[in-house]
């Protein structure tokens, strides 16, 4: 009898001790799952995608305050400014002279966008600065050259290719403009580096101070993280 209650007695700190494991496994997924909610909300609440130390946004996540031009063909989803199909030219309120642009974007097939740097309406092709924004991949561009393609001062000076990520990832880039030097760098990589005085162009092309715009051809696209570092004269 002695041993059949000591076998009891075993199984019963046994039943207690694997419900003490359990509960404390319920109570360790409900901290971890909790904390993830919260993280999770945070997260959707904030207005503003977190940008680059030093940089203001511009684009404030919810709507296209500072923004004007052809705004029907953009909408804002997720914090993303989304330019939809048949988005054209859409321009910042402020204007720049030297100035850090950096922002995300990520293409759809046979995306062709671009940025205008020290803008000034109405847009005139060849006449003002367009930093160039394209699926290098898309088969109805193959034949286009090196000044037409991503990265592009656009019919001026071509990029350096190959650091374009797949069509629906997502890109960072930086155009930074001071006096007559334009450096583009994409997802890390120095794409181009020129000076506009190296040129013969148009005089426009030479404007000292304008708008940041979105160039858009029509054809879908994302952007984020937009933000501006303005620099002093060099």
């Given at each position: ?6 076998t009891v007695n075993m ?119 367009e930093i160039q924004i ?23 000076a071509a990029a350096k ?74």
């Amino acid at each position: 009898h002695a041993g059949s209650m000591a076998t009891v007695n075993m199984t019963c700190k046994m039943k207690h001790l694997s419900q003490a494991v359990v509960s404390s496994a319920l109570i360790f997924v409900s901290l971890v799952c909790s904390d993830r909610l919260k993280s999770e909300e945070q997260q959707a609440t904030t207005s503003v995608p977190p940008i680059a130390e030093g940089f203001v946004p511009i684009f404030n996540g919810k709507n296209l305050n500072g923004w004007t031009g052809h705004t029907d063909g953009y909408h804002v989803e997720d914090g993303i400014l989304v330019c939809k199909a048949g988005g054209l030219l859409l321009f910042t309120e402020t204007q720049y002279t030297d100035f850090v642009l950096r922002f995300d974007f990520q293409l759809t097939p046979g995306a062709n966008s671009g940025i205008g740097i020290r803008y000034a309406p109405p847009f005139q092709p060849l006449q003002d600065i367009e930093i160039q924004i394209l699926d290098n991949s898309a088969k109805e561009y193959k034949d286009l050259d090196g000044k037409h393609r991503h990265g592009a001062i656009y019919s001026v000076a071509a990029a350096k290719p190959g650091h374009l990520r797949r069509v629906g990832q997502w890109n960072s880039q930086t155009i930074a403009v001071q006096g007559s030097r334009i450096t583009v760098t994409l997802n890390g990589e120095v794409i181009l580096d020129k000076r506009l005085d190296e040129f013969n162009l148009h005089p426009d092309m030479q404007r000292p101070r304008g708008h940041i715009a979105i160039l858009g051809h029509g054809t879908p696209m994302k952007f984020r993280k937009i933000g501006v570092k303005e620099l002093t004269a060099e």
